[in-house]
C-alpha cells in the first residue's frame, strides 16, 4: 500500500511538472479513444440494422389444397420442436388471397380471378436463428410427411421458399460489413497504441535523468516504472471520461434526432450496450497507455 501511495503520488507531481506533454499524452487518448467509441457505436447501429434485416428471413412451405388439417398440424408440430424454429403460423387459401388483394394497388388483377383463388395455403416458419434458414428449408423438404402434403409432391424442395439467391447475399453482405467493423477497430487500436506509445515517449524522455539517477542509485525495474505506470493509468481514465463524456453527448443529442428522423431504422441503442462500450474505452484506455508506457521505458531502463 505505501508503494502504490509512493507511485500516485508521484504520478501526481510528474503530472504537474510536465503539464503540457501530459496533457498532449491525455489528447490523444481521448482523440483515439473517442474515434474508437464512435466506430464501436457505428458497429452496434449498423449489426441492430442488419439483425433487423436478417430477422425478416422466414419459410414459406405450400401445401396441397387438399391436405388433411391433422396432417398439417403434425408437420407444424414437428418444425416448432427443432430449435432453429422461433415460431410456426398457417396461412390458409382465404387469407393468402386477402393478403395479396391488400399487397395489388390495383384491384382489376384480382377481379380477372373470377372468384378463383389459384393460391396454396402455405406453412409459415420464423427462424431463432435466420443463419439456419438454409438447412432448416432442407430439412423440412426431406420430412416424409411434408412430403405427403406439399403441393409439389415430384420437387418437394420447390413446395419450400425462402428466397434462396436473396439470402444468400444478404448474409454474405452483412457478414463482410461485420468483418469490415472489426477490422477498422483493430486498425484503430493499433494506431491508438502507436500514438500514445510515442506521446508518453516524449513523457519520459523529459525525465531521462531522473530515471538513470534512480537505476544508478539501485532502485529496481519495478519501482522505477510505478510512477510512470501510474501517471499513464491516470491519463488514460481522464481521456476515456473524457471520450465517454463526448460519446454521451453525441448519444443524447445528435443519435435522438436521427433515431426520430429515422424511425423505421434501429439507430438507437440499448442502455447497456452503452455501458459495455464505457467500460470497453476505459479498460482499452488503461491497456494502451501501460502497454505504451511498459514498451516506452525500456531503453531508459538499460543503465
Known sequence: MSSLFYFFKESLTGFSRNLGTALGSIVTIFLSLLIIGIFLVGGGIVNNVMASVEQKVSITAYVADDADQATIDSVMSTVQSWSEVASVGFTTKDQALENFEQSMSSSEIVAQLDGQNPLPASIDIELSDPQMVESVAQRLAEDSTFQSICDNPDDPTDSVKYGASSVERLFEVTNYVRYIGVALIALLIF??????????????????????????????????????????????????????????????FALSRVSDAFMWLPVDLSGTVYLQIYVTLIVAGLFIAAVGAFFAMRRYLKV
Request: glycine share 8%; hydrophobic share 60%; charged share 20%.
Open 191 to 252: 494506431v491508438a497504441l502507436v500514438f500514445i506509445n510515442n506521446t508518453i515517449r516524449l513523457a519520459i524522455l523529459a525525465r531521462r535523468k531522473e530515471i538513470s539517477i534512480m537505476r544508478l542509485v539501485g532502485a529496481s525495474n519495478g519501482f522505477i516504472r510505478g510512477p510512470f505506470l501510474m501517471e499513464a493509468a491516470l491519463h488514460a481514465i481522464i481521456g476515456s471520461l473524457l471520450a465517454i463524456g463526448s460519446l454521451e453527448l453525441l448519444r443524447r
